[in-house]
C-alpha cells in the first residue's frame, strides 16, 4: 500500500514504466505482481466541455513493459453511474466510455498516437501530426477489458513493432491519458487539456525509462486472395470470373523509417461512397479516401497546397512508398502506376488531363514530402510530384511550405507551388501562393484568415480541385463563452469569404451564426448570409440561412438534423434558383452489439423560369457486432430525383477481423437502376493474413 501512495505523490508530471516482472496476460484483469509494484496516476481534470473538476470514481493507469510490448492497465472504480461498454466494430467506440492513450514517442510535442479504447477493450487508432489527425490509420494493439460492480479494468499491450521511435537505448517519451464519460459530454484527463488545443502533444506528461528494441519493425508481409462472381449487365453471367492474387508488404528499416508496397491490390472490402445527389453541382465531389495502403501514413505526405489526392489514382497495378522520420525531419516518397486513371477537372481552356488523354491509358503517380520541425512548435517543408499519362502528357509539381507558431494558439504558414503541364503540343507554367493566420477556437477568440492565388497555367494533377486562374481569400471571428445557467458555451460567430476568377466570375459572402452547446452532449447552431454571383457576365445576388441540430438522447439514440435554404444562381442557366436541403441522420443501439444509421436527405433547386428539380437519399447501414471480431454490415442506399433514374445499392458483407492485416470478408452487393431495367450482381471473398517473421 505504501508503494502505491509513494507512486501518486511521484507522479504530478511524470511517470515510470515499470518492469512486467513475471509476464503480463493481456486478459482485461490486472492480477499480476507487476502492476501493484509501479507507479500509478490518477489526477484526472476536466477539459472539455469546460475546465475543472474531477471524473466521477476514481481512476488509476500503470505502464510496464518487456521485450516486446509497452503495457498499460487502467482500473476505474466507484463509477456511481451506469457505464457504456459495447461490442462494437473496430473504432466504433464515440458513444462509449473511453479511455484514451496518447504517445508522443519523439518527444517533439507535435506528433504521436493517440489510441483510445472502451471498457471492454475495443479499439480505436490515430495518427496526429501538427494538428492533423489521421482517424484511418491501423495498427495492431492487442486490449482487453471487463465491467466491475463500480467501473472497469482494462490491459493494452503495444507491440514495440506497431510503433515508430527514436534508436536510442532509453528513452522518455511524452504521454496523455484521457477518460471519456459520454453521458455527460465531459473529457477528462492527465494532465489537464486546453479544450480546441491544436498542438496537444505540448501539453504532455513525461513517460519516463521507456525502453524499446533499437532496430526496425522488421519485417511484415500481408499476402491476400480475392474471388469474385460479377453478372453485369451487357453480358451474360459466367462462373467464378476473378480470382486476384495481392501482396502487401512492410519494412522497418529503422525504429523510424518504413518501406511499405502493395501489388495488384484489391480494395472490394471497402465499403461504396455515399450516392452523390447534389443539383446544381460545380465541380466533381471530393470523396474520402477509405483504402488501406493509401491510409497507413498519410501524414508523411500531407503539405499546405493540398498537393495529393490519393482518390485521383483509381486502380493502382502496384505502388510502393517509404516514410518515417529521422531526428526532426519527416519524409515521405510514393509511386503508384494506375492501370485506369481518372480524368480532372479543367476550366477555361487550360489543358490538363481530361477523359480522351486517359481513355485506355496507364499512369505513373510519383510525389515526394519533407519537412522538419522549426520554429519551436512549427515546421518548414517542400513537396515534389511527378504525373504521366504512359504515351501522353506529363504533369510535374513542386513547392515549398511553412508553419510558424506566433504564440498562445497562434499560427502563421504560407505555401508557394509551381507546376508544369505538357501535352505535347504546349507546355504550361503556373504558381500558387498562399497565406494564412489563425487562433485556434476554444474557450475565447478563435480567428481565421487565409488567402489563395492561382495563375492561368497552374495545374494540380496529383490533387483534387484543379480549376487555375482564381483567387481565394476570406476569415472568420468566434468567441466562445461560458455563461452561467443551464448553457455549456454560446459562440458567436462571423465570416466573409470570395473568389475571383480571371474571366470575370466571381462570388462573395458575409454571414453570421450562433452555436449553443447544453449538458455536453446537445448542440443547436443556425445562422444567415448574404452573397453575390457573377458567372458569364450575369449577376445574381441571394441570400441565405441553416438550422442544424444534435443530440444524444440517451444511450440507445443520437440525432442530427440539418435545414438549409436560400437564393442562389443556376451554374447552368445563369439566372437566379431557389435552393434547399434538409437532411436527417439517426443512429440506434437497441443491443449492445447493433448498430443502426439511417440517413434521410432532400434537395430542392427552382431556377426562375424552369421547373422545380428534386432529389432524394435514403441510406441505411446496420452492423450486427456478434464478438469483437465477428460481425456483419448491411448497407442500402436509395436515391433518385427528377433528373436522375432511381437507383438502389444493396450489399451485405460478413467480416472476421483479428486485427489490421488478419481477417476474411464474405460479401455480395446488387447495383439497380429502375428505370433502364440495368441490374448488376457481385459476389466476393477474400482472405488477408498478417505475417511478422
Known sequence: MLSLVVAVAAAADSVSVGPAAGGVRVDGVLDEPAWAATQMVSGFLRFQPLEGGPPPGRTEVR?????????????????????????????????????????????????????????????????????????????????????????????????????????????????????????????????????????????????VGVKPPSRGSGLEIVPSITGAWTDPTDTPPGPLDVVRPSLDGRFGITPDLGLAATLNPDFSQVEADVSDIRLNARFAFDFPE??????????????????????????????????????????????????????TFTEGGTPGFDAPDVEGSVASNTLVRARTDAFGLGYAGVVLGDKRILGGGTHQIGGVDFEVPLGDRWFAGSSVLTSFTGDGVQQLWGLQESLSISRASGIGT????????????????????????????????????????????????????????????????????????????????????????????????????????????????????????????????????????????MTVRPTPGIRNDTTATVQMHHPKGADLQRTQLVRNRLNWQFTPELGMRWVLDYSDGTARDPRVYNALLLTWLRNPGTAVWLGGSVVSVADLGLVEKTVFAKATLLLRP
Do not use: C
Not at 505502388?319 to 510514393?334: D, Q, W
Open 290 to 343: 477509405r483504402r488501406p495502403f493509401f491510409l497507413d501514413g498519410v501524414d508523411w505526405f500531407e503539405d499546405r497546397g493540398n498537393t495529393l489526392y490519393t482518390r485521383s489514382m483509381n486502380q493502382p497495378l502496384y505502388g510502393v512508398k517509404i516514410g518515417g522520420r529521422e531526428g526532426p525531419l519527416t519524409i515521405g516518397a510514393l509511386h503508384v502506376l494506375d492501370r485506369s486513371p481518372l480524368p
Open 63 to 207: 505502464f510496464l513493459q518487456d521485450a516486446k510490448n509497452l503495457y498499460v492497465g487502467i482500473r476505474v472504480v466507484d463509477a456511481d453511474y451506469r457505464l457504456r461498454a459495447r461490442v462494437s466494430q473496430r473504432e466504433d467506440i464515440n458513444a462509449d466510455d473511453q479511455i484514451g492513450v496518447y504517445l508522443d514517442t519523439f518527444s517533439d510535442r507535435i506528433s504521436g498516437y493517440i489510441f483510445y479504447f472502451n471498457a471492454i477493450g475495443i479499439q480505436q487508432d490515430i495518427r496526429h501530426n501538427a494538428g492533423r489527425w489521421n482517424v484511418s490509420w491501423d495498427t495492431v494493439i492487442r486490449s482487453k477489458g471487463h465491467l466491475t460492480d463500480d467501473g472497469f479494468e482494462l490491459e493494452i499491450a503495444f507491440p514495440w513493432r506497431s510503433l515508430k521511435f527514436p534508436p536510442s537505448e532509453t528513452q522518455d517519451w511524452g504521454v496523455i491519458v484521457t477518460r471519456k464519460v459520454p453521458h455527460e459530454g465531459a473529457k477528462y484527463s492527465w494532465p489537464q487539456l486546453e479544450r480546441g488545443d491544436p498542438r496537444i502533444f505540448a501539453s504532455a506528461n513525461r513517460l
Open 446 to 585: 478563435g480567428f481565421s484568415a487565409y488567402y489563395t492565388n492561382r495563375s492561368p497555367g497552374f495545374r494540380k494533377e496529383l490533387g483534387f480541385n484543379t480549376q487555375s486562374d482564381i483567387t481565394y481569400a476570406g476569415a472568420t471571428l468566434d468567441h466562445t463563452f461560458t455563461p452561467p445557467g443551464v448553457l455549456d458555451t454560446w459562440q458567436p460567430v462571423v465570416w466573409v469569404d470570395g473568389q475571383q476568377e480571371g474571366n470575370g466570375d466571381r462570388y462573395a459572402t458575409v454571414g453570421h451564426g450562433q452555436n449553443f452547446l447544453l449538458n455536453g452532449i446537445h448542440t443547436l447552431s443556425f445562422g444567415g448570409w448574404m452573397h453575390t454571383f457573377t458567372e458569364q457576365g450575369e449577376q445574381v445576388d441571394g441570400a441565405g440561412g441553416r438550422f442544424a441540430w444534435a443530440s444524444n438522447l440517451g444511450r440507445a439514440l443520437d440525432v442530427v438534423v440539418n435545414a438549409s435554404g436560400g437564393r442562389t444562381i443556376d451554374y447552368g442557366r445563369r439566372v437566379p434558383a431557389n435552393n434547399g436541403t434538409a437532411s436527417v441522420v
